[in-house]
């Protein structure tokens, strides 16, 4: 039997990978997934505010999240195992971009791209804001960006599940493990080494190690610009209605959207604020200091708000462009990368399983070419950035 195929990590995208490789009926292979905390209680696919938009500044994310949305929409025949289909609670209601003057431009450009993409966008004045969204105030606004169709959020951690046992029905293997070396023969990963003293063979390993990725690329040589970013969540209530509300994101950067009959919102800390591998204990002070008094500035309804909860997870953030960093290492013939999604891996998941599944077992992209997305970039210091940071 030959070696397997090793995924170090067992979160959404490495389940991703693993349930599109055992559903390919070219693959004849194994797969053995490597999760060192198979609780995920400290996982990003578990803490994601797990949300999906097509409302990005790259086309290369905007195809990405339309393959997830279709994925997403279809779930229940995907991922079904024994007539038991999962539910993700998928609600398309939308995102909305908000935009000062000064933000105006960038909105516009992006809109372009996300139309020439096929994405379902409408560009709104503030007058067709106030009429839309009577709860909002669009005070300092001078346009919004609202997705009709194809956004929304769903059940994240359902996801993870359902792709799990979805991979495990068609054969995968998931261990509870964590790799702590990686064994190397000239351009090639031979095994990998497991901190209960077990060794490995593999044929390809992919690295889908989530926020820790760039601890698992520097056991193998690799430099990858991926660290571990603390993201919080705010969940609120709200005496009033806010019928239709979208996900939105306000020019200051605070966001937020429904959650059941409560709302969860949040905001990126500032640059010199947001160190690597922050504990992931909530800042209760960040919501005082900034998410309040901007929800409260937008919505006048959530002047009254009371913080009832929150929790904090990791992006994994690249710090070179913001974008994911996905396919072979030229260095590596059979070393892949699935990382440095800087928080929207959630939703591009599908995709990068399908793609990586596909470079396995076909040797190249067949559904969609993810080749902007490859390690080349980096090391030419050629940045593709996303601007749509959320």
Same mark, same amino acid.
């Given at each position: 039997m030959s070696d397997p195929v090793v995924i170090v990590g067992g979160g959404a995208v490495g389940s991703a990978v693993a349930y599109f490789l055992a559903a390919d009926p070219a693959f004849d292979g194994r797969i053995v997934v490597l999760e060192r905390d198979p609780t995920y209680a400290r996982a990003s696919s578990a803490l994601s505010a797990s949300s999906i938009r097509q409302q990005f500044s790259t086309p290369i994310n905007i195809a990405l999240s339309r393959f997830g949305i279709a994925f997403l929409r279809a779930a229940g025949?995907?991922?079904?195992?024994?007539?038991?289909?999962?539910?993700l609670g998928l609600t398309e209601?939308?995102?909305? /971009?908000?935009?000062?003057?000064?933000?105006?431009?960038?909105?516009?450009?992006?809109?372009?791209?996300?139309?020439?993409?096929?994405?379902? #966008?409408?560009?709104?004045?503030?007058?067709?804001?106030?009429?839309?969204?009577?709860?909002?105030?669009?005070?300092?606004?001078?346009?919004?960006?609202?997705? *009709?169709?194809g956004e929304g959020w769903f059940d994240g951690y359902a996801l993870l599940q359902a792709l799990k046992r979805k991979a495990r029905a068609l054969g995968a293997e998931y261990r509870a493990a964590e790799v702590v070396a990686l064994e190397r023969a000239g351009d090639r990963i031979t095994a990998v080494h497991l901190a209960d003293g077990v060794r490995l063979a593999c044929g390809v390993?992919?690295?889908?190690?989530?926020?820790?990725?760039?601890?698992?690329? +520097?056991?193998?040589?690799?430099?990858?610009?991926?660290?571990?970013?603390?993201? =919080?969540? /705010?969940?609120?209530? =709200?005496?009033? @209605?806010?019928?239709? =509300?979208?996900?939105?994101?306000?020019?200051?950067?605070?966001? /937020?959207?429904?959650?059941?009959?409560?709302?969860?919102? +949040? #905001? @990126?800390?500032?640059?010199?604020?947001?160190?690597?591998? @922050?504990?992931?204990?909530?800042? &209760?002070?960040?919501?005082? @200091?900034?998410?309040?008094?901007?929800?409260?500035?937008?919505?006048p309804a959530f002047d009254a708000i009371k913080l009832q909860h929150a929790w904090a997870g990791y992006y994994e953030y690249n710090t070179f462009d913001q974008n994911g960093i996905v396919g072979r290492h030229p260095a590596l013939a059979n070393f892949l990368?699935?990382? +440095?999604?800087?928080?929207?891996?959630?939703?591009?998941?599908?995709?990068?399983?399908?793609? *990586?599944? &596909?470079?396995?077992?076909?040797?190249?992209?067949?559904?969609?070419?993810?080749?902007?997305?490859?390690?080349?970039?980096?090391?030419?210091?050629?940045?593709?950035? &996303?601007h749509a940071i959320v």
């Open positions: 025949a995907h991922l079904a195992v024994d007539g038991d289909a999962p539910a209601r939308g995102y909305l /971009f908000l935009a000062a003057p000064a933000g105006l431009p960038a909105l516009e450009a992006s809109h372009r791209v996300q139309r020439a993409a096929g994405a379902d #966008v409408a560009l709104l004045t503030p007058g067709a804001l106030r009429e839309r969204f009577a709860w909002l105030a669009v005070d300092g606004l001078a346009a919004g960006s609202l997705g *009709l169709s390993v992919v690295n889908a190690a989530g926020p820790w990725a760039a601890r698992v690329a +520097g056991l193998a040589g690799i430099d990858l610009p991926v660290r571990a970013r603390r993201r =919080c969540v /705010f969940v609120f209530a =709200c005496r009033e @209605a806010l019928p239709g =509300c979208p996900l939105v994101i306000d020019p200051s950067g605070v966001w /937020f959207r429904p959650e059941g009959a409560r709302f969860i919102g +949040g #905001v @990126a800390p500032p640059p010199d604020q947001d160190p690597d591998d @922050a504990p992931l204990e909530p800042d &209760e002070a960040l919501f005082d @200091a900034v998410v309040w008094p901007a929800l409260a500035a937008r919505v990368l699935a990382n +440095g999604f800087s928080g929207h891996g959630i939703q591009q998941a599908p995709a990068v399983g399908r793609a *990586l599944a &596909e470079l396995i077992v076909h040797a190249r992209y067949v559904s969609l070419d993810l080749t902007p997305l490859g390690i080349e970039r980096v090391l030419a210091g050629a940045p593709l950035r &996303e």
